[in-house]
């Protein structure tokens, strides 16, 4: 099993950037498809971007193009979403998620991924 945790989260003013990280234990994460949700209050869970296993290139949300993007560490086991660019509407709950055996056309459902973290709050405000 692998163990997710989230960090990096925090208050910041629109335009301004911030780096989440997903640190994993138990097992590689290299060997893991990672993806990034996040839930504002009052709303469903909300795909961001994804960094299939064995790829490089960021999958994103047409919310999240331009100025999201995924990036690993292996020797960290650590998984980033450097966010830039952020608006008040990117304030949310945001979530690592990774699993194994995910197809392409299935990375945007959150029910397609078996481990979490627990999450950590971005708040966009001036």
């Known amino acids: 099993q692998v163990q997710l945790v989230e960090s990096g989260g925090g208050l910041v003013p629109p335009g301004g950037s911030l780096r989440l990280s997903c640190k994993a234990s138990g097992r590689a994460l290299n060997v893991y498809t990672v993806a990034w949700f996040r839930q504002a209050p009052g709303s469903d869970r909300e795909f961001v971007a994804a960094l299939k296993y064995g790829n490089s290139n960021t999958l994103a949300a047409n919310s999240a193009k331009g100025r999201f993007t995924m990036s690993r560490d292996n020797a960290k086991n650590t998984v980033y979403l450097q966010m830039s660019s952020l608006e008040r509407e990117d304030t949310a709950v945001y979530y690592c998620?990774?699993?194994?055996?995910?197809?392409?056309?299935?990375?945007?459902?959150?029910?397609?991924?078996?481990?979490w973290g627990q999450g950590t709050q971005v708040t966009v405000s001036s």
């Open positions: 998620a990774a699993d194994r055996q995910i197809i392409t056309s299935s990375l945007r459902l959150p029910s397609q991924y078996d481990h």
